[in-house]
Antibody
């Protein structure tokens, strides 16, 4: 059974950089049919896609976060990471890592989030 | 920027059928956006209900079904139960790992 586990500081000061890591166990991160994704949820609010990365390092992030977000992947450690710069109170949220299945061939295509971490709360202090 | 719309809240009586929708502020939702639906209860990570418009995830009861209704994706719960009370999120896929979440629907069963 695949498991994802987020880790990182639970408290970050405003204007500083948020760094989180997701460790994948029970399966390899090095498969082309998956993207490795960060999603966040501010307290009492909905889910927001932050960005996705493939094991080969191709990334796509939410345009609303502009250039504050960067992601990286380390297949040798089965981990991927998120960095968000210049954080503000609006970045206070529960941060989830997840696996997005993008499994398409000429005859079928399956696309959905199939595994999630439990989430880690990051609070931005002033 | 793509904005996905959902009803903020919905109330249903036990045993009734409810349909939640997922639309776009500009344009129509089609199967090519691979709409998927997730259920989230307090303190828990989201769990997949429906993907590829109408495929049920493993273990999901058949009273949950997905479809395209008009220009929106839809999640229908047939015979709502008290423990269906949850937040439901629609996700559309734009390709290359780019996904957009709807704002979520808080379903109340009473």
């Amino acid at each position: 059974q695949l498991q994802l586990q987020e880790s990182g500081p639970g408290l970050v000061k405003a204007s500083e950089t948020l760094s989180l890591r997701c460790t994948v166990s029970g399966g390899s991160i090095s498969k082309l049919v998956y993207y490795w994704v960060w999603v966040r949820q501010p307290p009492g609010k909905g889910l927001e896609w932050i960005g996705s990365i493939s094991y080969s390092g191709n990334t796509y992030h939410n345009p609303s976060l502009k250039s504050r977000v960067s992601m990286s992947v380390d297949p040798s450690k089965n981990q991927f990471s998120l960095r968000m710069t210049s954080v503000t109170a609006a970045d206070t949220a529960l941060y989830y890592c997840a696996r997005l299945r993008d499994d398409c061939s000429s005859t079928y295509c399956f696309v959905h989030f199939d595994y999630w971490g439990q989430g880690t709360l990051v609070t931005v202090s002033s | 920027q793509t904005v996905v719309t959902q009803e903020p809240s919905f109330s249903v009586s036990p045993g009734e059928t409810v349909t939640l929708t997922c639309g776009l502020t500009s344009g129509s939702v089609s199967t090519s956006s691979y709409p998927s639906w997730y259920r989230q209860t307090p303190g828990q990570a989201p769990r997949t209900l429906i993907y590829n418009t109408n495929l049920r995830s493993s273990g999901v009861p058949d009273r949950f079904s997905g479809s395209i209704l008009g220009n929106k994706a839809a999640l229908t719960i047939t015979g709502a139960q008290a423990d269906d009370e949850s937040d439901f999120y629609c996700v559309l896929y734009m390709g290359s790992g780019y996904t957009v979440f709807g704002g979520g629907t808080k379903l109340t069963v009473l």
